[in-house]
Structure formats: structure tokens, C-alpha cells
């Protein structure tokens, strides 16, 4: 007997942000409306508004559009659960690039939507305050490979934060860091330089300053084993406890986020089709550039949001 292909929902991170995200599931599905509205309530301020009208500058705000992807990305899920009749998840796991593995938090029942919304504007707000005590940013080297940013980086005291897909790396670290990066990856032969549009250093040392706070936040916060194996930003591994599960977001603060070998792992284990849930099609992009066999789909509006009806069930 042929076995079943496997699916896997996957959840993006903060930059697929954009005004009028989500607003045409709000007006169509009640499931995607109580997302948004219990996201209002808990945060006691119009999130939705944020998302639907913007401004934009308010918007890109780490500490908003944290919440905001994370909210827009389960309207999405529960608007495709609505659409297609099914309460619970076919896929076979989950993943989210940083800010996105909160929201497969939520998608594994690992947390409640009320309390992730919470966790990730606290997480916004401390990365951001972290920005503000060491002034760093975030660059995208794009034509190289593993071994010669990671030469890079040690001659520029800079970071490897995201091993995003072949010839895709991002790397963090101070102003004057980033610079020498700049100038040594040119030199490398680097196609393009891509500064990134974000408030700090993520998922490098110099995070390390909110670790302890953070810890001290996620200790309020109440946890529940996953229903869906997730697979970890730092280790590209399953996570299958509360204990890993705690652990892995304090490391992935300051640790290189994984998505290439994410997305390896779940392909080795079956995976033949990636639905990317939320605002933006980043992740499709990259997953086709690590296995352009598999197929990917998007889940981010009307317009798409039944596709996940004629997902095929993992087991």
C-alpha cells in the first residue's frame, strides 16, 4: 500500500506584515472575526484596526507586528478550518520562522491565543528595548554559501541569525559590524547585500541582555504538551514537551533560526506539501528553493482560503 504524503503547516515571521492583512476573513468567516476580536479584548486596544487600516509605520512596529502576524496568521488557520469543515489539524507537523513558531504554539495547542498574543508583544517589546541599549540590524547575504559567511562573520564580529535556503543567509550584529560584513562579503563575490527593515540584532548575542526577563515572562505563561510535533528553530528537531518547548524560545532570541534544515527534516520525514499560513508568501519561496519538489500553498485570504479542504490527511 502507498503511504500517504505528508503535510505541514508552516507559520511566517515578523516583515510579512502589511496594512489590510486579514480584513476580507474578518468580514467573511465568525472564525476568523473571534480571533481578531479576542485579540483586541486581551491586548485592550483595536489590534484589528492596526491590521486592516494601519498606518503602516505603526504597523512595522516590533511590538505590534508581532501580534499582529501572529493573530492574522490563526484567522487565517481557523477561517481554513471554517471553510472546510475540519476542527483539527491533518498536518503531520509544524514549524514557524521565529515570531511564526508562536504562532504554531497556538496551531499545536501548546498555547491559548489569549496568552500567545500576550508573550509575543512582550517578546516584541523586549527586543525592541534590546535595540535601543546596542544599536544593531540585520542583513541578508545572498549568493554565498555557509562556509564563507561564517568566515565573514568571524572576521567582523558579526552573527549568522538565519540560515534561510541555499545562497540565503542572514546575519546580525552592531552597525560597524554589519558594515565590515558588507564590505568582506563583496569582496567574497555576494549577488546581492539586503539590510533588513527591523529594530535590532535579532537571534544574535546581543539579544542576550532580555534573556532573563524573558524567562521570567514565559514563567507566568501556562504551557500544554503538543498535539502536532513542532519542529524547533534551533535545533531543527522535534519539540515534544513543555520543558524543550520553554527552553527553545529563550535560545531562539539569540540563536541562528534554522529553516533550511527545518524544512530537510520534515521532507526526510515524508513531508510533500507546505502550506504557508499567514500574511505573505516568504516561506514558499524559500521551501521551493530547498526541495523544488515539493508543493507548496498559500493560506492568507479569501481568495485561498479553502485550499486546506483538499489537503490530503497525514495519517
Known sequence: MAEI?????????????????????YSRYSAAREVFDE???TLGFPLSRL??????????????????????????LR????????????????AGHSLGEYTALVATKVLNLGDAVRLVRERGRLMNEAGQ???????????????????????????????????????????DALAEASKLARIKGARRLIPLKVSAAFHSPLMEPIIAEFSEVISNFTFHPP??????????????????IKKELLKQLRHCIKWQPSIEYMTRNGVTSFYEIG??????????RIDPRVQTFNISGIENVTQIGNSATSN
Not at 486592516?52 to 487565517?76: R, Y
Not at 477561517?79 to 509544524?94: I, T
Open 5 to 25: 504524503s505528508k503535510i505541514a503547516y508552516v507559520f511566517p515571521g515578523q516583515g510579512s506584515q502589511s496594512v489590510g492583512m486579514g480584513v476580507d476573513l
Open 39 to 41: 485579540a483586541d479584548a
Open 51 to 76: 491590521c486592516f487600516e494601519g498606518p503602516e509605520k505603526e504597523l512595522t512596529k516590533t511590538d505590534n507586528a508581532q501580534p499582529a502576524i501572529l493573530v492574522t496568521s490563526i484567522a487565517c
Open 79 to 94: 477561517a481554513a478550518q471554517q471553510a472546510s469543515n475540519k476542527d483539527s489539524s491533518p498536518s503531520s507537523f509544524v
Open 133 to 175: 541599549k546596542v544599536p544593531g540590524s540585520m542583513l541578508a547575504i545572498i549568493g554565498l554559501d555557509i562556509d564563507t559567511v561564517e568566515d565573514i562573520c568571524l572576521h567582523s564580529k558579526s552573527t549568522i541569525s538565519n540560515i534561510n535556503c541555499p545562497g540565503q543567509i542572514i546575519i546580525s550584529g552592531t552597525t
Open 227 to 244: 498535539v502536532i510535533p513542532l519542529i524547533a528553530n534551533v535545533t531543527a528537531e522535534p519539540l515534544t514537551d513543555v520543558a524543550s
Open 279 to 288: 500574511p505573505g508568501r516568504v516561506l514558499s519561496g524559500l521551501i521551493k
